[in-house]
């Protein structure tokens, strides 16, 4: 009788909102899509950003609104997602933009540049310093419409088999790097790899590669690196910040109902921001003992980790 | 005929979307609230935030759901926006809980803590930590549901019309500050004045406070206080991050539509995160010189600023 009274007593607005509500469903035109994920599953950050942005989706839209996540390598491979979208094969992706600088350095800016911003600066210039308009206008030519959702912030350097003491013990190293930080790696000797996420740690494993940084300490975790990779070094500054994009076919974009684009873009920005929160807090605050990122494992690395700037960083602003 | 070949090609989902579309705004309830803000009208920053978000919401409900914003004093004045809420006066509130710590000192954690987290580790505890449940459980007795909106991330020190030197300087010292921040400065002497933001500018003219904080450059210039105060200190140490809340008449959220819910909700995140950014790409990068903040009188009283923590931060440490 409470909620009644509040209602009849206030007097405004909501005139027959309960009412009418289930007649909503019965007109929203009933939409499937299909989203290609770059992220392995285990990610509940990465890979769970899209689930979590599909569920806000379907809970704005009564569930007329469907978006059916696909994790990297399940429809096409994990770096071909922007192919697939820009072919109409799905009609969402997400990813991470520098997985495709081979294509055009440019997917950088969507992503990130080594010894560039942090996650606040790239997130301030994308929504009110122009970088939006300089992005779409550049994913157009890609048949694509993007929308940023989710951020890393800052990275670590990576897990290492071999521990770095100077700089000449990175030649020849073969470390999974994303992006361009490859190609500043690369003046020094390293030899740098481009692999998905799902597919590190056997490699690492077997010894196809000697070194692999992917995100930070709650992912890494995930992905059991520390089992086979003892020196874990920070920072990561080929990645102070690292913003995944939601990629959706343009023609699919133009031909959504209005309500449904303002409800789409929404969610992305609406997961833009959790991504980041999950890893701080379980990666900074450790509520429970075991849970993150502190197994034994990765508690024995994060004593040995060395400053990677120390080492590397002057040396590699150097060689600009 | 680009896009019909698209979405010939793809065949995939999006069946009759477009067709369908207009049948959606036929039979969306009409709901029209009201929003009663703390804030005044020339900040684009937090009053804005509440137009914004209105527009969000509109668009992804064809116009049906409006959400009217009034500012500060327009339907109550700033610091009985939750009563207005609690009793049904209005069906939506957005202030900053710390106005309320006369009622409760509880509602300072729904907004900042002197010497507390920054704007991120506010977020995530909200977010991830469990801090939202708690902060809902302890509105629920003021009969509102709160969603975050907004957070202005680390603030200043203020403007102060006489150089601070010394702790003593600060005795009598009447300064307009919000929250918990004035009970620290009363003990050091200060005589804390909690006044809204639009009320302000003229108390500092008057001298009927001789120093006031409000936010940081962007707002602060246009709230003229360069004007009138010539010391401006940073940092702010009692607001590291001060978070923005809307507030919902829980019998109002209640007979709410679930599909609306969500889209409330998810402008709110969406607008959280937009404050920030607006005043970071206008704070630090001065796209064009003369716009923020960097006019004549702020660019002079920035070239004067103290390090307030050096004068009082250990100070207030160490009184608690």
Redesign the interface.
Known sequence: M??RS??A??G??????????P??A?????????LASSFPKSLDTLYGAAEYMAK?VA????NKFQIRVFAGGEIVPAFQVLDAVQN????LGHSASYYFVGKDPTFAFDCTIPFGMNA??Q???M???GGMELMRAFFKDY?IYNIPMGNT?AQMGGWWRKEIKTVDDLKGVKFRIGGLGGAVLGKLGVVAQQIPGGDIYPALEKGTIDAAEWVGPYDDEKLGFYKVAKFYYYPGWWEGQTQASTYV????W???????Q??LE??C??Q???I???M???A??R?KEGRVPHASGTKGAFARAQNFKRVLGIHALNIA
Do not use: M
């Not at 607005?13 to 309960?18: E, F, N, S, T």
């Not at 109409?88 to 009609?91: A, F, L």
């Open positions: 409470r909620r509040l209602i007593g206030g405004v607005g909501l005139v027959g909102a309960a009412l009418a509500a007649a909503i019965q007109s929203q035109p009933e939409v499937k899509w299909r806000r809970d704005a839209t009564d109409n094969t799905v009609e606040r600066q997130n301030a210039w929504t009110h310093g048949n912030a076919n343009l023609g699919q133009g031909q959504l109902p209005k309500t449904y303002a409800i929404g969610a920005v609406h833009y921001i959790d980041a929160l999950r701080i807090i379980t900074r605050y509520p």
